[in-house]
C-alpha cells in the first residue's frame, strides 16, 4: 500500500523535477517565487564528498534538520535513516513529533498573490506533508520496538495528529498509517517472534561429570563446594557461558549502541537535560549492553577471586590451568566476550602479582601456557584492539564479539 | 612485560613507547589522542586503522614511536581496567577542570597504576583538560591540584583538546618521563614478573 502511495508520489516529484530543468518558462515561475520555495542552508553543516562530488548532510540545527528530514526536494534516504536511529543523541521522540507536526502545517509567507500562493501550495507544501507522512511511516515500521512501543503519549498524539489532520487533507494516507501502527502495536502485544538463531545441525551432549544425571544433581553438586566446578569440562563450562551470553548479546538493540556513556551515567545526562522526567535507580539508556557488561565483570572478577580465594599454591596452580583451558575454549567457540573476560580475571593485578604461581603454572603446563599467552596477544588492548578485531574479521560467523573492542570506535567516530 | 612487537612499521632501534590514556566518562581521552594523532592534511580519521595509534614523534632530538592505547568507551568495563593498565609504560591521567569528580578519579587511577605496575614510581603525567572553559565553570581548584601533583612528583599540565593547547606538549614530557624511568624500569624488570621471588602477600583489595 505504502509502496504505490510513495512511487506516485516519487514520479510526481521526478515529472516535476523534469519541467523545471526545462526552462521555468513553463511553470512561469518568477524570481520571487523561486526564492520563497527555496531552503536556506543556514543552520546546517553540509560537506562536500570528494569522492562522489554528492553532498552530505552532517549536522545542523534541530529544526534544519527536520526540514531536510521532510524537503519537498528529492530525499536523501541515507541521511533519514540516520536521523531517525540517532535523533535519540539530541532530542526525544515526542520533541521530533511535534517538530514533524509543525512541519507538516508550514505556512505560505504574508502578501502572496494568488498565483503565488498556488505555487507555493503545490511546490512546496503539498510535498512537504508527504514528506511527513513517508517520515512516521519509516520512523514507526523501522524503529517501532525502540521509540513507539512503550511511549504511549506519543502512540497517543500521532494518532490524533493523523485522525484530525491528515485525514482531512490526504485520506490515502492516513489510513494505512493508521494500520500500521496498530499492526505494530498488535504484534508487539503477541509473542516475539524468534530471532534468527544459527542453525546447529546435532548439537553435541553437554560433558557433565559421570555421577551426574540430571540437572537438579548438577546444581547440588556445584552448590556443594566453591570449587567443584572444576570438575566440568573447561569445553563445557565455555559452551554453557557462551550460550548465556550469547542470549545477552543478541538482545542489543542498534540503537544503544549510540548512547556512547553507557548506562546511568548517560541516564543522569538526560535527566538533567530534561529528556527524561523520572530516573529510577537501575533504569538505564542500553539496559542489554549493560547486561552484557555486568556479566562479563562478574565473570572477570569470578576468575580472579576463584584464584586468590586459595591458600595453596598447587590449588593456584590448578585455577590457573583451569582458566586458561577456559580462555582456550571460549576461543574454540568463537566467543571473544568470554575469553576477554577470563584473560582480564588473570591479568588483574592481584592475580598477575602471584609471581610463584604464575612461575609454577607456567613449568608444569609450559603448552597451555603458550597457547593462553596466545590467546592473550589476541585480545590485548594494544594497538586499540587491533590484534581482536584482525580475529573477529577472519571467522566465520556465528561469533560472539567482545563489544569493548568496538566501543571507543563509535566513540570516536561521534565525537569526531 | 612491554613487549616489543615484531612490527613491520618498526624502524630497527627505534625507541618504541607504550603510552595508555586512562580518565573518567567525558573528560577528552579521545579528544586528546585524536588531536595528537590525527595528521593535520587529513579531515577523516578512521580509528579502525592500528596505524592511527601510532607516531613517531622526536623529543629532545632523539625519535622515538608511541603508541597509544585510548581506553575511552570502556568506563563500565570497570574489572578490565588493569588490562588495560597493563599494557603501558607510560601513563595519561586525564580529568576535566570542570568535573570535580573526574579529579578524584585521577587520584584513584593513579593508585591504581602503581598497584598494577607493582612499583612506587611509574611514568605518568596528569592533565587538566578542558581549560578553554570560563572562568566560572572550572570546579577544580588549580592550587589543590598542584599541591597533589607536585607532592607526588608528577608534572601537571593544563590542556584544551578542543583549542589544541599544550597537547603535543603532555605527550612529549610523558616521553620525557618514560625515559627517566627507563635506567630503573629496566633492573626492575629483571626482577620482577615471572620470575620475581617476591613472596606473595595477601592482595589487598580492588576498591572498585
Redesign the interface.
Known amino acids: 500500500m505504502f509502496q504505490m502511495l510513495e512511487n506516485q508520489f516519487w514520479e510526481k516529484q521526478e515529472q516535476d523535477k523534469e519541467n523545471v530543468s526545462d526552462g521555468d518558462v513553463a511553470l512561469n515561475l518568477t524570481k520571487e517565487e523561486e526564492e520563497i520555495l527555496k531552503d536556506s542552508q543556514e543552520g546546517l553543516v553540509v560537506e562536500m564528498n570528494a569522492g562522489t562530488g554528492k553532498e552530505i548532510t552532517k549536522g545542523g540545527k534541530l529544526a534544519k534538520l527536520v526540514e531536510c528530514l521532510t524537503g519537498h526536494k528529492l530525499p536523501d534516504l541515507e541521511f533519514n535513516s540516520t536521523f531517525l536511529m540517532t535523533h535519540h543523541s539530541f532530542t526525544t521522540s515526542r520533541e521530533l513529533l511535534e517538530l514533524i507536526i509543525r512541519r507538516y502545517d508550514i505556512t505560505p509567507p504574508y502578501g502572496l498573490s494568488q498565483k503565488s500562493f498556488d505555487v507555493f501550495l503545490n511546490k512546496k507544501i503539498l510535498p512537504i506533508r508527504i514528506r511527513c507522512c513517508i517520515a512516521l511511516k519509516d520512523w514507526i515500521s523501522e524503529y517501532f520496538d525502540e521509540d513507539w512501543a512503550d511511549d504511549e503519549l506519543l502512540v497517543l498524539r500521532f494518532r490524533e495528529f493523523v485522525e484530525k489532520r491528515v485525514a482531512s487533507d490526504f485520506q490515502k494516507w492516513s489510513q494505512p498509517l493508521l494500520n500500521l501502527l496498530n499492526e505494530k502495536l498488535q504484534g508487539n502485544a503477541s509473542p516475539k517472534k524468534p530471532q534468527a538463531v544459527p542453525a546447529v545441525l546435532s548439537p553435541e551432549l553437554p560433558l557433565t561429570p559421570k555421577h551426574i544425571t540430571n540437572p537438579t544433581q548438577l546444581t547440588s553438586f556445584l552448590k556443594s563446594n566453591p570449587s567443584s566446578f572444576l570438575e566440568i569440562e573447561p569445553l563445557e563450562m565455555a559452551r554453557q557461558v557462551t550460550l548465556v551470553e550469547f542470549e545477552y548479546y543478541r538482545a542489543v538493540r542498534p540503537n544503544e549502541c549510540l548512547d556512547?556513556?553507557?548506562?546511568e551515567?548517560r541516564m543522569t545526562e538526560k535527566l538533567e537535560a530534561g529528556l527524561i522526567k523520572v530516573f529510577r535507580k537501575g533504569d538505564v539508556s542500553s539496559p542489554h549492553i549493560?547486561k552484557m557488561?555486568n556479566h562479563?565483570?562478574n565473570l572477570?572478577?569470578w576468575v580472579?577471586s576463584c584464584v586468590?580465594n586459595n591458600e595453596n599454591i598447587k590449588d593456584r596452580v590448578n585455577m590457573m590451568r583451569y582458566f586458561a583451558q577456559f580462555a582456550v575454549a571460549c576461543i574454540d567457540c568463537n566467543n571473544f566476550n568470554g575469553a576477554?573476560?577470563v584473560?582480564?580475571?588473570l591479568?588483574?593485578?592481584?592475580v598477575?602479582?602471584?609471581?610463584?604461581?604464575?612461575?609454577l603454572f607456567?613449568e608444569k603446563h609450559a603448552k597451555l601456557a603458550e597457547q593462553y599467552d596466545q590467546i592473550r596477544e589476541v585480545v590485548?588492548?594494544?594497538?586499540?584492539y587491533?590484534n581482536y578485531?584482525k580475529a573477529l574479521k577472519a571467522l566465520q560467523p556465528p561469533v560472539l564479539p567482545f563489544l569493548?573492542g568496538s566501543?571507543?570506535?563509535?566513540?570516536?567516530?561521534l565525537?569526531? | 612485560m612491554a613487549k616489543v612487537q615484531q612490527d613491520p612499521a618498526a624502524v630497527p632501534g627505534l625507541e618504541i613507547i607504550d603510552l595508555v590514556v586512562v580518565g573518567s566518562g567525558g573528560v577528552g581521552k579521545s579528544c586528546m589522542t585524536v588531536r595528537f594523532l590525527k595528521d593535520e592534511f587529513t579531515n577523516e580519521y578512521d580509528p579502525t586503522i592500528e596505524e592511527n595509534y601510532r607516531k613517531t614523534i622526536t623529543v629532545d632530538g632523539v625519535q622515538c614511536q608511541v603508541n597509544i592505547v585510548d581506553t575511552a568507551g570502556q568506563q563500565e568495563y570497570t574489572m578490565l581496567r588493569d588490562q588495560h593498565l597493563q599494557s603501558g609504560t607510560g601513563f595519561l591521567l586525564v580529568f576535566a577542570l570542570n568535573d570535580r569528580g573526574s579529579f578524584e578519579e585521577v587520584k584513584e587511577l593513579r593508585e591504581r597504576v602503581l598497584k598494577v605496575k607493582d612499583s612506587k614510581r611509574v611514568p605518568m603525567i596528569i592533565v587538566g583538560n578542558k581549560c578553554d572553559i570560563p572562568p566560572e565553570q572550572r570546579e577544580v581548584e588549580l592550587s589543590a591540584v598542584q599541591t597533589y601533583c607536585h607532592g607526588l612528583k608528577v608534572p601537571f599540565l593544563e590542556t584544551s583538546a578542543k583549542t589544541n593547547i599544550n597537547v603535543n606538549e603532555t605527550f612529549h614530557e610523558l616521553v620525557r618521563e618514560c625515559r627517566k624511568k627507563k635506567p630503573e624500569a629496566s633492573k626492575e624488570k629483571a626482577a620482577a614478573p615471572a620470575k620475581g621471588a617476591k613472596k606473595e602477600k595477601k592482595s589487598g583489595c580492588a576498591i572498585l
Open positions: 556512547q556513556i553507557w548506562g551515567r549493560s557488561i562479563t565483570n572477570t572478577t580472579a586468590v576477554t573476560a584473560v582480564a580475571g591479568t588483574m593485578s592481584p598477575t602479582r602471584l609471581h610463584k604461581t604464575w612461575e607456567r590485548s588492548p594494544k594497538g586499540q587491533s578485531r569493548g566501543y571507543h570506535l563509535l566513540h570516536c567516530n565525537q569526531n
